[in-house]
């Protein structure tokens, strides 16, 4: 048998090929045990997903909120803009760094 580094086995003596389809077939074949099994497992795993969102946001000081306060006023007014605030902000913004650009040219000629 030769393993690769990530543990992948990549030949072994035991590898035959499948004889037929139905073999094929039945190996990747998902009874209705099987498929009721895997949609309780999906069902529980996003009910904890859903439960540790819920209890992120419900929390006094959550990560989100966190970030949020920490990018300082135009972070915290981009959620509020429509689409066309939005453009003009970003227009404003970017006039203010064009502006702050041509000052910094000026001042080094």
Do not use: P
């Amino acid at each position: 048998m030769i393993i690769d580094i990530d543990n992948h086995i990549m030949c072994s003596e035991s590898y035959s090929r499948f004889q037929s389809s139905s073999q094929y077939e039945e190996l990747f074949d998902i009874s209705a045990q099987m498929q009721e099994v895997l949609n309780r497992e999906l069902h529980t795993y996003l009910a904890n997903i859903l439960n540790l969102l819920s209890n992120e946001k419900s929390s006094s000081t959550n990560i989100i909120n966190s970030l949020e306060a920490s990018m300082g006023f135009y972070a915290r007014s981009v959620k509020t803009y429509n689409g066309l605030d939005l453009l003009n902000w970003q227009a404003g913004i970017m006039g203010k760094r064009e502006s702050d650009l041509n000052q910094f040219q000026k001042s080094i000629q």
